[in-house]
T-cell receptor
Framework: DTEVTQTPKHLVMGMTNKKSLKCEQHMGHRAMYWYKQKAKKPPELMFVYSYEKLSINESVPSRFSPECPNSSLLNLHLHALQPEDSALYLC??????????FGSGTRLTVV | GENVEQHPSTLSVQEGDSAVIKCTYSDSASNYFPWYKQELGKRPQLIIDIRSNVGEKKDQRIAVTLNKTAKHFSLHITETQPEDSAVYFCAASISGDDKIIFGKGTRLHILP
């Protein structure tokens, strides 16, 4: 299995909602990532988990809360988001930063 | 920290011609340079990468060159086809580091 699977593909949520994005990989990669991508911009790093431990948090607001239950799963819990948080959220995995494999993303709309 | 500059931001080439996208990096410790292609509405996909012990790497119509002294690397696409139209991102990282730094992207249009 050479895929990173993300669910859901699309999500519309209100500013008072709580939702979660899910990511799964079965390539044995030790690092997993959350990226945010706005239209016509490069992916912007949010969080990195290495060996299931949070290794990088790029000063992301606390309304985004990552979780790594095991080496194959990565979640992003969302609460009290703002309309400007609407974006494509990409999960990725890699072995020591070589050749990221990205998931197909969750397109999030905050209303 | 590392900074990656990418040029041009937009590139239009006639089908069949070659396209070249250039990137520079700032951290001399960077030693891994991947290129990603992102089609509209899709995920970024790794198309080619190069490590600092190699000056050039080729895969069919795609090649990447690296000049460590000048700290720049380039993507070359020959015999361009309509399906090459996409946004291309260069990136740089240090081996073993968890973080890849992306350039701002180049939107490539292949003209019929």
């Amino acid at each position: 299995d050479t895929e990173v699977t993300q669910t859901p593909k699309h999500l519309v949520m209100g500013m008072t909602n709580k939702k979660s994005l899910k990511c799964e990989q079965h390539m044995g990669h030790r690092a997993m990532y959350w990226y945010k991508q706005k239209a016509k911009k490069p992916p912007e790093l949010m969080f990195v988990y290495s060996y299931e431990k949070l290794s990088i948090n790029e000063s992301v607001p606390s309304r985004f809360s990552p979780e790594c239950p095991n080496s194959s799963l990565l979640n992003l819990h969302l609460h009290a988001l703002q309309p400007e948080d609407s974006a494509l959220y990409l999960c990725a995995s890699s072995q020591a930063s070589y050749g990221y494999t990205f998931g197909s993303g969750t397109r999030l709309t905050v209303v | 920290g590392e900074n990656v500059e990418q040029h041009p931001s937009t590139l239009s080439v006639q089908e069949g011609d070659s396209a070249v996208i250039k990137c520079t990096y700032s951290d001399s410790a960077s030693n891994y340079f991947p290129w990603y292609k992102q089609e509209l509405g899709k995920r970024p996909q790794l198309i080619i990468d190069i490590r600092s012990n190699v000056g050039e790497k080729k895969d069919q119509r795609i090649a990447v060159t690296l000049n460590k002294t000048a700290k720049h690397f380039s993507l070359h696409i020959t015999e361009t086809q309509p399906e090459d139209s996409a946004v291309y991102f260069c990136a740089a990282s240090i081996s073993g580091d968890d973080k890849i730094i992306f350039g701002k992207g180049t939107r490539l249009h292949i003209l019929p």
